[in-house]
């Protein structure tokens, strides 16, 4: 197996770093990418989202502006006139207490209305007094004009009291500008009190202390700001520079801003202010208020804008990292958990490579790793299998090709004896040949002295039939002998009989002699008698004893002298018949050597002939032996060389044998 | 007197007492019958003896000690036999000799393997093989035959087997 | 061997009867008094082994006797395992004796295992089972004589009583209760045997 684990580089050594490694290069392409895109879109959201609340914050501004202009000023124009109308009922009062005259009142009310300085409104507005047709009774420049013709006095000698807005041109000017009214209205000299002041003059009316301090709360971000600037860029209201010209102010890429906001009137802007950097630079949302002719503007810097971004941007780098770190654990700890059959599997093929087929990986599940490692475990098994069988082959091929080289041996061995055996017989059969061609001579010598024997056996015959009637006789004769003696055994037999009743009878005189003594002892003096009695008693008894003893002695002298006698007659015989067998015999062998000696001659010459048969024969078996001998020499030299292929094939199983043998097999089904 | 003595000694002689003993002179005799129980002889004093027999029937009965061989009718009487082989050997005695025992107490026969003889030995021959109040056994003592040491059978040790053994008084 | 021609006489009013049997050449007499009947003991019904196990070997065999069931003790079996003998009779007697033979208390165990033994049998007597040869006879007890003194107890306690000679037989006086009681209670049986021995040849 070869050793992997040191090639290649680091990460990719182990399947678990490398789907690691994937992992992470997708992941951080992927959250990379999604970052990004979040990122880019988040900032445009972010920008649209600032942009908007610009705008509305722009807007509202501007309402909220006009709104307080508009009724400031209202409330402004009718106080002015209202507090003016109070100093009229004031007059009107005196007169009418008589303090002053009717006249005196009016012009005390005309001085008021026409001072030039408490008659003011704005820069070019003043107060007028109108009666209710509509004629200027009071006016600094066109007293007792009659404007009842003009629309807007029309309406006002309607409303006699309250606010009016119109657009009014004096003579000489070509354009009609923005105006507004308050009136108030006394009605004991039909007087409307008429304050009047140009729109364009309305911030001059006012004091914007509150409206300022509410721009001032306005924050956009950390430092953006709300201001207003007139149309000559003079800051009417801002944090740090109301007050301030700022129409020749450029920024740090030499951008009018000032002026770029009036002369566009409305839309975004990008600009540093003077002494800023370019970090500092701000996007401003700035939109014209007509009326009064004024910009207003709300700004929010991009420091603001992009801090939010950067806040994510963090965020999202660090809970990627986050996650790329857990989701990387729990990738290895997957990945581990599925791979550690591959692990085994990879061991097991490890140790089938060094020879080890008993081991099989445990299969725990059903999903494609566990099929493939029920498959490994198959395969490992055939080989198992298919090795097991070798080895069974192998041993059994082993043994039979040891068998065929003993055999082969044994076989060259034989042959080699059997070549050599053969040789003998060749050398043999020569020297028979010879042999035989010599005996051929001999026998017509044998001939002539066969014919002078027979004539010698002849009268030898004669004389054994002599011999043996003779014998005959005898043997009768013997057997008579031995019968006799016969007779005298059985009749000594019958004697010792009569010995063996004498035995007992004597065995009982004893006995009686015994008892005898005994009454004699126990009958004491009184038994003297009976002890000469039983004294002969026992006496006779041992006589008789004696008597038996002797007869016996002598029965037995007489049986083995009879014994002998038949014994040696019995030896006579068997000697008789021995001698009457010889003589037998011998009768029978003249018998045969005369009928032999006629045979010789005449057989002679028919051994004569059959020997050159023989000889001839004996040529024959010589070549065929020589033939055969020359044949076992090519089997001498065939078995060598099966013994030699034998040996070879006897390497071929060792090392089948030894190839084998590195294989360990278990004990599986 | 003299008279007396020998009266007296006629008395005693005539009364029986002492009647295994024979007194001839100055000598007393003892009176054995020689036996031989398998391949050993012994001596049994001859009073006890009544009488010799040989091939008889043994009637054979059950309950008993494995020495008693069964019965012997001597004279319409039935006398119990111990074979002196197993008694003494453990081994049963092929043949058929009997010596009848003369008890008053018992009806007893020893079987033995033969008659030797009877033999008359002076008391001088006679020898305690125990020391007084041991136990010897079935022999108390051995009678000197020529060379030859024979142990005397004690029949009252073999009615105490007997009696032992079959919890008879 | 053919059981001997009885030619015994004896004179009369010294004697008593006597039941006897051979079995080969033995010859065995009881009391005749013992008795009430004999029989010729027809078809027996063999006892269920396994339903006493260790009842004696000799009570196998239940009688019928006047309508009811008798237990037979086999005797003659008994004698002849204990004598050794060989023959095997074809005829059987069987003689029927009533409880009180075997004394009060013999009488009383003997009784206890007929109850809790065999209920169904007669409580009250037991059979004997004899010799084919069985008879009467009338013996004068002068003619017989009691075992030696030595052995007499120990046999007389087994049911050997006396013997007489004849001819070269012998004729033993058995006890037949004490005989049975002996193998009905185990603890009795005889410890001392003798080995096959002597036969009268």
């Known amino acids: ?669 | ?169 | 061997m053919a059981p001997p021609e009885n030619t015994e006489t004896t004179a009369g009013g010294n004697g008593e009867n006597f039941v006897s049997f051979h079995l080969g050449e033995l010859g065995f007499v009881m009391e005749r008094a013992h008795f009430y009947a004999a029989i010729h003991r027809d078809k027996p019904q063999e006892l269920d082994k396994a339903a006493c196990p260790g009842l004696c070997p000799y009570l196998r065999e239940l009688l019928p006797f006047e309508g009811r069931k008798v237990l037979m003790f086999n005797l003659d079996e008994h004698l002849r395992e204990r004598f050794h003998l060989a023959e095997q009779g074809t005829i059987k007697v069987a003689l029927i004796a009533e409880l009180d033979i075997f004394g009060a208390e013999g009488g009383a165990l003997v009784s206890g295992l007929l109850r809790e033994q065999f209920p169904d049998c007669a409580g009250d007597a037991l059979a004997f089972r004899v010799g084919g040869d069985g008879a009467i006879r009338e013996i004068a007890y002068r003619d017989f004589r009691l075992l030696p003194r030595g052995l007499h107890d120990t046999l007389a306690a087994r049911g050997l009583a006396a013997c007489r000679f004849i001819d070269d037989r012998i004729e033993f006086v058995i006890d037949p209760a004490k005989l049975a009681l002996h193998c009905l209670q185990p603890s009795l049986r005889p410890f001392l045997e003798a080995p096959a021995a002597e036969r009268i040849s």
């Open chain 2, 1 to 169: 007197m003299a008279e007396d003595g020998l009266v007296a000694k006629i008395r005693e002689a005539g009364a029986g007492k002492d009647s295994d003993k024979v007194q001839e002179g100055e000598l007393i005799f003892h009176k054995f019958i020689i036996a031989g129980v398998l391949n050993k002889r012994y001596a049994i004093p001859a009073t006890v003896i009544r009488e010799i027999v040989i091939d008889v029937p043994i009637h054979y009965v059950p309950f008993v000690p494995p020495y008693i061989r069964g019965f012997i009718n001597r004279h319409g009487e039935p006398f119990t036999v111990v074979d002196m082989g197993v008694l003494f050997e453990q081994e049963e005695t092929k043949e058929r000799a009997f010596l009848v025992l003369n008890l008053d107490s018992d009806q007893l026969a020893f079987l033995v393997s033969d008659i030797h003889e009877i033999v008359k030995v002076p008391e001088t021959d006679v020898y305690p093989i125990t020391e007084k109040g041991e136990d010897g056994g079935y022999f108390s003592s051995s009678v000197r035959l020529g060379t030859e040491d024979v142990f005397i059978v004690a029949v009252e040790a073999v009615r105490k087997r007997l009696a032992d053994d079959l919890g008879t008084p």
């Open chain 1, 1 to 669: 197996m070869k050793d992997t684990s040191g090639k290649g580089n680091i990460l990719f050594r182990s399947l678990n770093r490398k789907i690691q490694v994937l992992f992470a290069v997708i992941f951080i392409l992927a959250v990379a990418g999604l970052q990004l895109g979040m990122f880019a879109t988040l900032q445009k959201g972010i920008e649209h989202k600032y942009t908007q609340e610009l705008d509305q914050t722009t807007s509202l501004i501007v309402e909220l502006v006009r709104t307080y202009v508009n009724s400031s000023v209202r409330n402004y124009l009718i106080g002015r006139a209202e507090s003016v109308k109070g100093m009229v009922a004031f007059y009107y009062t005196q007169f009418r207490e008589g303090k002053i005259t009717e006249a005196e009142a009016r012009k005390r009310v005309s001085d008021l209305i026409l001072d030039p300085v408490g008659g003011k409104v704005g820069a070019t507005g003043y107060l007028a007094g109108v009666n209710g047709k509509g004629v200027l009774e009071i006016h600094p420049k066109t007293p007792g004009a009659d404007a009842s013709g003009h629309e807007f006095m029309k309406k006002a000698t309607a409303m006699k009291n309250g606010y009016l807005e119109y657009d009014w041109k004096n003579t000489g000017e070509t354009v009609a500008r923005a105006k507004a009214g308050g009136m108030s209205y006394f009605e004991p000299w039909d007087l409307i009190i008429w304050a009047s002041s140009y729109k364009s003059e309305f911030f001059n009316l006012l004091d914007l202390s509150s409206l300022e301090a509410t721009l001032q709360n306005i924050r956009i971000g950390k430092r953006g700001y709300a201001f207003v600037m007139d149309g000559k860029g003079n800051l009417l209201m801002h944090p740090t520079m109301k007050g301030k010209n700022i129409l020749d102010d450029k920024d740090d890429r030499g951008v009018y801003y000032a002026r770029q906001m009036i002369e566009l009137q409305d839309g975004l802007i990008s600009y540093s202010l003077v002494g800023e950097s370019a970090k500092d630079r701000s996007l401003t949302r700035f939109t014209r208020y007509a009326d009064l002719d004024l910009i207003v503007g709300t700004k929010v810097y991009y420091e603001d804008i992009n801090g939010l971004l950067t806040s994510a941007l963090r965020f999202g780098i660090i809970s990627a990292l986050i996650a790329l770190v857990v989701a990387n654990i729990l990738v290895y700890l997957l990945v581990s958990r599925l791979t550690k059959p591959i692990t085994l599997m990879r061991r097991l093929a490890d140790a089938v490579a060094l020879g080890d087929l008993s081991g099989r990986v445990p299969v725990q599940s059903t999903d494609e790793i566990a099929t493939m490692a029920i498959n490994f475990n198959d395969l490992v098994g055939a080989m198992e299998g298919i090795v097991t069988r070798l080895k069974s082959s192998s041993s059994e091929l082993f043994m039979a090709v040891q068998e065929l080289s003993v055999s082969s041996q044994e076989i060259t061995s034989t042959s080699n004896q059997q070549a050599a055996a053969v040789k003998e017989i060749v050398s043999t059969m020569e020297d028979s040949d010879q042999l035989s061609k010599s005996i051929a001579g001999r026998i017509r010598e044998v001939s002539a002295i066969a014919n002078s024997t027979k004539a010698v056996v002849e009268q030898g015959d004669r004389k054994v039939s002599l011999i043996l009637d003779k014998m005959r006789e005898i043997r009768t004769s013997n057997d008579g002998t031995i019968r006799g003696i016969k007779t005298l055994g059985e009749k000594i037999n019958s004697i010792w009989d009569i010995v063996n009743i004498i035995n007992g009878i004597a065995d009982q005189t004893k006995i009686i002699a015994f008892n005898a003594e005994l009454e004699a002892a126990a009958a004491g003096p009184a038994g003297k008698n009976f002890q000469i009695v039983a004294a002969e008693i026992r006496r006779l008894a041992d006589s008789t004893v004696v008597s038996t003893g002797e007869i016996k002695n002598k029965i037995n002298e007489i049986q083995h002298s009879s014994d002998h006698l038949i014994i040696a007659s019995e030896e006579g015989t068997t000697r008789i018949q021995e001698g009457g067998s010889i003589s037998e015999e011998l009768r029978n062998m003249f018998g045969d050597i005369r009928s032999s000696s006629e045979i010789s001659a005449a057989s002679a010459e028919k051994i004569a002939l059959s020997i050159s048969q023989q000889v001839t024969a004996f040529e024959q078996i010589l070549l065929t032996l020589r033939q055969i001998s020359e044949g076992i020499d090519n089997f001498v030299a065939t078995t060598k060389a099966t013994v030699k292929f034998a040996g070879s094939l006897k390497e071929m199983a060792n090392s089948m044998q030894g190839i084998v043998q590195t294989y360990k097999v278990g004990t599986h089904g």
